[in-house]
């Protein structure tokens, strides 16, 4: 299977290229290479036959396009977004950018692509998103695939609406799609903003460690 991973040289998403490289299939890396991405995160695979790198940005649809039409993927998995809720709070425009203007552009290309001659039978569009599209949910709350949407920061509010993109794409033109929302992520090539990184190193230089709100939050952590 040939897979476009977007967002490949990222945290979660050199992940998914490592380890579907060591598994025997075709990876394209498209990424824009911003701060938070690092080719020395898929060093471990970059020589390989079955590893292809595209520098591209998701805001850029004639880059897409070209993308599609020269690798001809069987799936996408499409995990490139702006992803630090800080982050969108100080500067919520480039989240809309790149998470909403963002998927609507890889949707479009993909949808051209499928609907064009010899698409593959399989394809799937794999639209990778956050828990915090649900918001808050108390000290006793859990979250199903029903739950409503309630986000809470301009970070989680354009993952909620990258979500409805991709729900209608597939109810409106049939484009076969998947959407996952996953709790946190940690692990290794963690990008040292984020809170695990932080702690750990605060804590081995002797420095304060942050505490949100009054400490009493809880999330849970999926390993990457």
């Not at 108390?138 to 949407?149: A, M």
């Amino acid at each position: 299977m040939k897979i476009l991973v977007t967002g490949g040289a990222g945290f979660i998403g050199s992940a998914v290229v490592r380890l579907a490289v060591s598994r025997g299939h075709e990876v394209v890396n498209l990424d824009a290479l911003t701060y938070a991405a690092c080719l020395e995160n898929v060093a471990p695979v970059a020589d390989s036959p079955l590893y292809a790198f595209e520098q591209a940005d998701i805001r850029d649809p004639e880059a897409l396009t070209a993308i599609f039409t020269r690798h001809k993927p069987d799936a996408v998995m499409h995990l490139a977004a702006e992803s630090h809720v800080d982050r969108s709070i100080d500067g919520p425009g480039a989240f809309i950018e790149t998470n909403v203007m963002g998927t609507y552009n890889m949707l479009q290309a993909a949808r051209s692509f499928w609907e064009g001659e010899g698409r593959p039978e399989s394809f799937r569009f794999h639209h990778i998103s956050t828990d915090e599209v649900y918001g808050t949910l108390g000290p006793t709350g859990q979250f199903t695939e029903e739950t409503p949407y309630a986000p809470n920061s301009p970070y989680s509010a354009s993952k909620a609406g990258s979500d409805h993109l991709v729900r209608a794409w597939h109810e409106t033109y049939g484009l076969p799609v998947v959407l996952t929302n996953c709790s946190n992520n940690y692990g290794p090539y963690h990008f040292p903003e984020k809170l695990i990184p932080v702690v750990i190193l605060n804590a081995l230089a002797g420095k304060p460690l942050p505490i949100y709100g009054d400490g009493s939050n809880v999330r849970d952590w999926l390993y990457v």
